[in-house]
């Protein structure tokens, strides 16, 4: 990090992770001073990871959409909530992917990150069921389905529990309804891989090489980014983009190290030691 001869500020982070949609994007719509945000992280050498609970797509997609905006990233540095997914499923299996039945409610764009698991079929018998962003794909049928092959023993992981998101025509239910509706029906606790999960924050230091007091998040979603950021120790600085709405931050306990309108404002906060609005 630049210092210019002076004493650096101790609370000055080295680490930024960064949320995608409604931090940085809103659909295919880069926001104001995101682009210049990320070029000021870069000068200052302050290393960045992008997470992001978003399931439709895999990382490698997400990194394209990501260039496709005019942003350059490397895989390594993309953490979703599909590559979490993943991760878990490959340790809970043993090394057996080929032996373990996984229903897969998901997109078909994000099923490519999953091919060597066996996905059962017209059956309802599974060791594990994954519940992503499958859209209006939801229906009566296919919950009873699924709340049967929980009931028959198969483990629920909810890519992540978002209750709502911010696309182009505004706010829509995420999955965590359903995730608690199934938790409610089954009497069985989600294993929940994405944001605020503590593990995916760990991941991501882990991949920097810091530690969480030298990190800060920045997110729209007070509960998944901000709650779970600092329940992991990493300080958190929510966004008035996006999903947020007007009193977030009092939902947050601790509070936000910081509320900022825009992205564009990132600098000048951590620049003033992110003392806060």
Not at 25 to 50: H, K
Not at 188 to 208: I, Q, R, T
């Given at each position: 990090?630049?210092?210019?001869?002076?004493?650096?500020?101790?609370?000055?982070?080295?680490?930024?992770?960064l949320d995608?949609?409604?931090?940085l994007?809103?659909?295919?719509?880069?926001l104001?001073g995101?682009?210049?945000?990320?070029?000021w992280?870069e000068?200052?050498?302050?290393?960045?990871?992008?997470?992001?609970?978003?399931?439709?797509k895999?990382?490698?997609?997400?990194?394209?959409?990501?260039?496709?905006?005019g942003?350059?990233?490397?895989?390594?540095?993309?953490?979703?909530?599909?590559?979490?997914?993943?991760?878990?499923?490959e340790?809970?299996c043993?090394?057996?992917?080929?032996?373990?039945?996984?229903?897969l409610?998901?997109?078909?764009?994000?099923?490519?990150d999953?091919?060597?698991?066996?996905?059962p079929?017209?059956?309802?018998?599974?060791?594990?069921v994954?519940?992503?962003?499958?859209?209006?794909?939801?229906?009566y049928?296919?919950?009873?389905?699924?709340?049967?092959?929980?009931?028959?023993?198969?483990?629920?992981?909810?890519?992540?529990?978002?209750?709502?998101w911010?696309?182009d025509?505004?706010?829509?239910?995420?999955?965590?309804?359903?995730?608690?509706g199934?938790?409610?029906?089954?009497?069985?606790k989600?294993?929940?891989?994405g944001?605020?999960?503590?593990?995916?924050?760990?991941?991501?230091?882990?991949?920097?090489?810091?530690?969480?007091?030298?990190?800060?998040?920045?997110?729209?979603?007070?509960?998944?980014?901000?709650?779970?950021?600092?329940?992991?120790?990493?300080?958190?600085?929510?966004?008035?983009?996006?999903k947020?709405?007007?009193?977030d931050?009092?939902?947050?306990?601790?509070?936000?190290?910081?509320?900022?309108?825009?992205?564009?404002?990132?600098?000048?906060?951590?620049?003033?030691?992110?003392g806060?609005?």
């Amino acid at each position: 990090m630049e210092t210019n001869g002076e004493t650096p500020d101790p609370s000055a982070p080295r680490g930024v992770l960064l949320d995608l949609d409604g931090v940085l994007y809103v659909g295919d719509r880069l926001l104001p001073g995101a682009r210049e945000t990320l070029e000021w992280l870069e000068a200052r050498g302050i290393q960045r990871r992008f997470l992001t609970n978003t399931s439709t797509k895999s990382v490698g997609e997400l990194v394209e959409k990501l260039k496709g905006l005019g942003i350059g990233v490397e895989e390594g540095e993309v953490f979703s909530a599909v590559s979490a997914t993943r991760a878990y499923l490959e340790e809970a299996c043993g090394g057996n992917p080929g032996k373990t039945r996984v229903a897969l409610l998901i997109r078909d764009a994000a099923k490519a990150d999953f091919a060597d698991f066996a996905e059962p079929e017209g059956t309802e018998e599974a060791d594990f069921v994954v519940v992503g962003d499958i859209g209006a794909a939801w229906s009566y049928d296919l919950l009873n389905r699924v709340f049967r092959m929980i009931m028959n023993g198969a483990c629920l992981v909810a890519m992540h529990r978002n209750r709502y998101w911010e696309g182009d025509d505004g706010l829509r239910m995420d999955i965590g309804a359903f995730v608690a509706g199934l938790e409610y029906v089954t009497g069985k606790k989600a294993v929940v891989v994405g944001k605020p999960s503590e593990a995916f924050f760990g991941l991501a230091l882990s991949s920097m090489g810091l530690e969480k007091e030298e990190v800060v998040m920045v997110g729209d979603d007070v509960s998944s980014d901000i709650g779970g950021s600092q329940a992991a120790g990493v300080r958190g600085v929510l966004v008035r983009t996006g999903k947020y709405r007007e009193g977030d931050e009092s939902e947050s306990d601790p509070p936000p190290a910081a509320v900022i309108d825009s992205i564009a404002d990132l600098p000048d906060c951590i620049e003033s030691g992110l003392g806060g609005e």
